[in-house]
């Protein structure tokens, strides 16, 4: 009796082990195996390269030179930017590079760990630059700064240099690394992503008119609740706890005699 | 064979393998709910094909031997020949060369040469190459003059559109003021960058280089050997044809918020000067986002701290969010955004046109019908300082991004769980209770049986 009890826990746990997954491993990033490396930048929010996580940058560039790329995020990802600007040639001075991070709507985002400004001695042959980033969030309120799903833009460049270096050769190389299953642990959800509208505006003559809207929503819809990813988990637990209690129950049953 | 012993066995497998069922279809089930990756952005094909322009000195100094032992204006032609052959198909490319046929000394004559030897449009190549090939090194430096001629043959249209300038030497026949000239064609509207390769610089040609590139939001480079020179126009060109994407619409913000301009979901340009505020307006209704972010490009030298502030105001002027940014240092723009949903504030126009009503008032209380939009107000405004001698006017480029989506309530659901541990919790918490109830079941029927 008391045997297939322990085994059926164990069982039970190593089922339960199995399909948990494994915790995030904060390693140093590496690309992804097979992606391409991209050679190219933009220089504006508006021509920004769009790149995505596990992607290699590396692209040559002039010293002064403001270096755009963009990348999609998802709820629930925390992203870590690294970069490393190589200097080909001998430079005259100190310079202090910067890699800065803006979402969707140009605000800037913190970086929560990384190298974010630093600065190279003249003697220097590299930097290297990095930047971690929050956990993206699936909903914030509309006044609130936190980051969500969209476009993210990344700005590498130099911020303080001796003037005669600017325009000399360097060659930079980027790379943004994504930690986290796109699972974030907040409810709520973004209607629509943070992903800037990039065509040319019309300036309007008059107030729109009011579209005659059909009130489409059906009778039930005003009070059956969203179902969310929620519920399907409260469900499944709860559907599993009454398995498990039946299992139980069945266990402590005396063997029936012949 | 004794069935008492393998019945335990048989019960045991059978319930591990239900709840590895379980926890298997649990797995499909969170990967299915799991959310996508958000929509880009359906991509839009701007109209025409990208423009470019090659502008290059070819006057007396570059003759001079210092690239590798060569002469500046074969490393350029070299340079040239390389770029033609590697061209983009879809890429229309013109050559304009100034100082290239007047060999008097007459500054007046000297400072109106340049030409346009290579038109732009689809490349000829044999042909380009060969007008490439019979420049020789002659007169005087007249880049203002060359960058409007430049501007011209691209003509206006509905794109961005690139010239690459590439010059040895100080402009020798100010005025016009080559940089000025480049902040004066910037302003015209048409989304226009110059992008400046100067070949073996000294301080003043990068100066000025670097003014033009400032103006235009352009790059500057300082070649140095023949490698240098072709891949760098190799690679503006190619960016030309990768980034250039629709010019944003022009607009003029006014002084005031009631006779702002009306503005649809797109990105806008404008031009704002020190301590200007720029007001526009959106409309937005219930149930919809606004969500704003703008740029401010420091096209000239400017005090090192600077700031941009959006704000969202109601049209009674009542503030209802703001975006800032800040900044030191180097920077080419500065930007800000802002989100702001229109559902809080219509509860607010509701419970002002009740206030209204229970008054007596009679003026229409804004936004009191569900759908109709409510007009917001932007305002721009910067906090940079001009440096002594900075020119104020023509304004700094605006770059406005406004778009309406469909706003996001806060969450409001019962409180359930989710995640794997809740699942193992359940299950356990169910089992233990299983336990005990069997076990209780048992005292209890054992008991039963004897009294």
């Given at each position: 009796m008391r045997t297939p009890l322990i085994r059926s826990g164990a069982a039970l746990v190593a089922a339960a082990a199995l399909t948990l997954p494994a915790a995030p491993a904060l390693a140093a990033p590496t690309p992804s195996p097979g992606a391409a490396t991209v050679t190219k930048a933009g220089t504006s929010f508006l021509t920004a390269t769009g790149i995505t996580a596990g992607q290699p940058v590396r692209v040559g560039a002039s010293t002064g030179d403001y270096l755009y790329w963009s990348f999609p995020a998802d709820a629930g990802q925390v992203h870590e930017i690294t970069g490393t600007v190589t200097f080909p040639k001998g430079r005259t001075g100190a310079s202090t590079w910067t890699v800065e991070v803006f979402d969707g709507l140009r605000r800037r985002q913190a970086c929560t760990a990384g190298a974010q400004t630093p600065t190279a001695a003249a003697s220097a042959t590299s930097v290297a630059l990095g930047c971690t980033l929050r956990q993206v969030r699936s909903w914030a309120e509309p006044w609130s700064a936190d980051p969500l799903p969209g476009t993210y833009y990344v700005r590498l460049s130099v911020?303080?240099?001796?003037?005669?270096?600017?325009g000399l050769p360097v060659d930079v190389e980027l790379l943004v690394s994504a930690v986290g299953d796109g699972d974030a642990p907040d409810d709520g959800e973004l209607s629509a992503p943070l992903v800037p509208n990039t065509k040319a505006g019309t300036v309007l003559t008059a107030e729109p008119a009011t579209p005659a809207?059909?009130?489409?929503?059906?009778?039930?819809?005003?009070?059956l609740p969203d179902l969310s990813s929620r519920w399907i988990w409260t469900t499944t637990g709860g559907v599993l706890a009454a398995v498990a209690g039946v299992v139980g129950f069945a266990l402590t049953r005396r063997p029936r005699r012949p | 064979m004794d069935l008492t012993r393998i019945r335990p066995v048989i019960n045991n497998r059978r319930s591990t393998a239900v709840i590895r069922g379980l926890l298997a279809a649990t797995v499909l089930l969170g990967t299915v709910v799991a959310p996508g990756a958000p929509a880009r952005a359906d991509e839009e094909t701007p109209a025409g094909p990208p423009r470019v322009e090659l502008v290059l000195d070819v006057s007396g100094s570059m003759r001079a031997r210092d690239i590798d032992g060569r002469s500046r204006i074969s490393v350029a032609q070299q340079a040239f020949n390389e770029v033609v052959d590697a061209l983009p198909e879809e890429t229309q490319l013109g050559i304009r060369v100034l100082g290239a046929t007047y060999k008097g000394k007459d500054k007046k004559v000297g400072c109106q040469d340049t030409q346009q030897i290579v038109p732009v449009g689809p490349v000829d190549r044999t042909q380009a190459k060969a007008a490439v090939a019979t420049l020789r090194p002659t007169g005087f430096t007249p880049v203002g003059l060359a960058l409007r001629s430049a501007a011209e043959d691209l003509g206006s249209g509905a794109t961005a559109r690139r010239i690459v300038l590439i010059t040895?030497?100080?402009?020798?026949?100010?005025?016009?003021?080559p940089c000025e000239v480049a902040r004066e064609l910037a302003a015209q509207g048409t989304k226009l960058v110059v992008d400046t390769l100067g070949l073996a610089p000294d301080e003043k040609v990068r100066r000025q280089l670097l003014c033009i590139a400032g103006a235009t939001g352009g790059t500057y480079t300082a070649a140095q050997s023949a490698d240098e020179l072709t891949g760098r126009i190799k690679q503006l060109v190619d960016r030309a044809r990768d980034t250039y994407t629709a010019a944003p619409a022009v607009v003029g913000g006014s002084a005031r918020c009631p006779d702002a301009p009306l503005l649809a979901p797109g990105v806008y340009t404008d031009r704002e000067r020190f301590s200007e505020h720029r007001w526009y307006r959106v409309p937005v209704r219930a149930g919809q986002e606004l969500r704003a972010s703008v740029s401010i490009a420091l096209d000239r030298p400017v005090a090192p701290d600077h700031g941009v502030l959006l704000r969202a105001t109601a049209p009674d002027g009542r503030e209802l969010v703001r975006g800032v940014d800040a900044g030191s240092g180097r920077t080419d723009v500065v930007s800000a955004g802002l989100r702001w949903s229109a559902d809080a504030d219509a509860e607010d126009a509701d419970e002002a046109r009740d206030a209204d009503d229970a008054e007596g008032g009679e003026t229409p209380a804004p936004g009191g019908v569900d759908a109709a939009p409510t007009t917001v107000c932007l305002v721009v405004s910067n906090a940079f300082a001009p440096r002594p001698g900075t020119r104020a006017t023509p304004g700094m480029p605006i770059e406005l991004t406004v778009d309406v989506v469909a706003s996001s309530p806060a969450p409001a659901g019962p409180d359930l769980g989710r995640g794997w541990w809740l699942l193992v919790l359940l299950t356990l918490a169910g089992l233990a209770t299983g336990l005990v109830a069997g076990l209780l079941t048992r005292w209890w029927v054992a008991t039963w049986r004897e009294n």
């Open positions: 911020v303080d240099l001796p003037e005669p270096d600017l809207e059909e009130d489409d929503e059906g009778f039930l819809d005003g009070w | 040895d030497g100080e402009d020798t026949c100010a005025p016009p003021d």
